[in-house]
């Protein structure tokens, strides 16, 4: 693992120096038109030691708000105050991300593939340089991912939790439901946990769009996760975060019958057992089944295609100790992210804006 106050930080042979900031382009491979594909790393260097954090976007290529959360980020005016390095992978899948696609060329998932082989598959290769000029020269990591096409997911953190270090950093987050989630062979954060690295994973929102409340609570996030490893300065004023809920575990509601599905629930909802979450109906309706809720819990994922075939996925839902503590904090998570009354979006609230400068916010 890198060590946290190393004078010398090189990345793509390139050595970046104390009090350095710039994009350095990791070369990938080229099309077979014979144009170059690179990699985009943005490296913000303090004078100052400190911890080697990496913020990761687009892993998969349609999974936008990461791209947005990590452009943010580097304008916020928080980054004059930092110590250690910030290490920014906006596109990680470029191939994907061009596409507008999830996957590689080959049709390969790249949070399968690592920590990947210098002479594998595309996908091996862009894991294996990732590991080797990102995660092994950091200290930490973030992991930003959204739902999959035509499914939303409620802000949540996926880390091991059993892990005292990254248990302390997801809720430092701010997000209302941590999942304690085991890692999953060929994924980055089991790369990561191989060689030490403590790990965040951010689901939020839904592929190819942009979901302002999850790219606010994205931004604020990683910046409470610097504040945690002492890369930014404690904010003054700033009121002690509620707790939150961890789930013990999550599972789909799949589709009973074909046909057009209606929500009745929005996500981010309690449930109850064998409450109704929804209706699967012909479209002549003849014929109806309902869909609804195999235990108590928190809609942490949700289906947003009206058109279903038997057995697809239409609901997530988390099970907690205590669902009326869970729904609370879900309940506050959006109440913080709200517009204010004005109509203008308000990352703090009407009750904390006062007292909580804009310092962190973009500029």
């Not at 004078?47 to 708000?65: K, M, Q, W, Y």
């Not at 091991?160 to 060929?186: I, K």
């Not at 809609?299 to 057995?311: H, K, M």
């Amino acid at each position: 693992m890198a060590k946290a106050n190393q004078s010398d930080f090189e990345i793509g042979g390139r050595a970046i120096g104390p009090g350095e900031r710039t994009t350095v382009d990791l070369p990938v491979a080229r099309l077979y038109t014979h144009a170059p594909i690179a990699m985009p790393v943005h490296v913000v260097r303090s004078r100052r030691p400190g911890a080697t954090l990496f913020v990761s976007a687009a892993i998969h290529g349609d999974e936008l708000n990461g791209v947005e959360i990590i452009r943010r980020l580097l304008r916020s005016r928080a980054m004059r105050r930092l110590r250690g390095t910030l290490v920014a992978i906006p596109i990680v899948n470029v191939h994907g991300f061009i596409d507008r696609s999830r996957y590689l060329p080959d049709r390969r998932d790249l949070n399968r593939c690592f920590p990947g082989s210098d002479h594998g598959s595309l996908a091996a290769r862009l894991a294996h340089l990732f590991m080797t000029e990102i995660v092994e020269r950091c200290t930490h990591g973030v992991d930003l991912h959204t739902g999959a096409i035509h499914r939303s997911i409620l802000p949540q953190i996926r880390a091991n939790l059993d892990d005292s270090e990254t248990d302390r950093l997801a809720r430092c987050f701010e997000v209302p439901v941590l999942l304690n989630d085991t890692v999953r062979d060929g994924s980055l954060r089991q790369a990561a946990a191989e060689r030490g690295i403590p790990m965040l994973l951010y689901e939020a929102g839904e592929a190819l769009r942009f979901d302002e409340t999850s790219i606010r609570a994205g931004v604020r996030g990683i910046i409470n996760v610097m504040r945690a490893l002492d890369m930014l300065p404690t904010a003054r004023g700033r009121k002690q975060p509620r707790e939150p809920v961890v789930a013990r575990a999550s599972n789909w509601v799949r589709a009973p019958i074909s046909g057009v599905f209606r929500a009745v629930l929005p996500l981010g909802a309690q449930v109850a057992r064998n409450g109704l979450l929804g209706v699967v109906a012909d479209p002549f309706g003849e014929r109806e089944a309902e869909v609804t809720s195999p235990h108590d819990g928190i809609i942490i994922g949700r289906c947003n295609l009206p058109l279903a075939n038997e057995g697809d996925a239409l609901f997530n839902i988390a099970r907690f100790t205590a669902v009326d503590d869970a729904a609370a904090r879900v309940e506050a998570f959006h109440e913080y992210y709200q517009p204010d009354d004005a109509g203008a979006f308000s990352p703090y609230g009407a009750s904390s804006r006062s007292a909580v400068t804009d310092s962190d916010e973009p500029s």
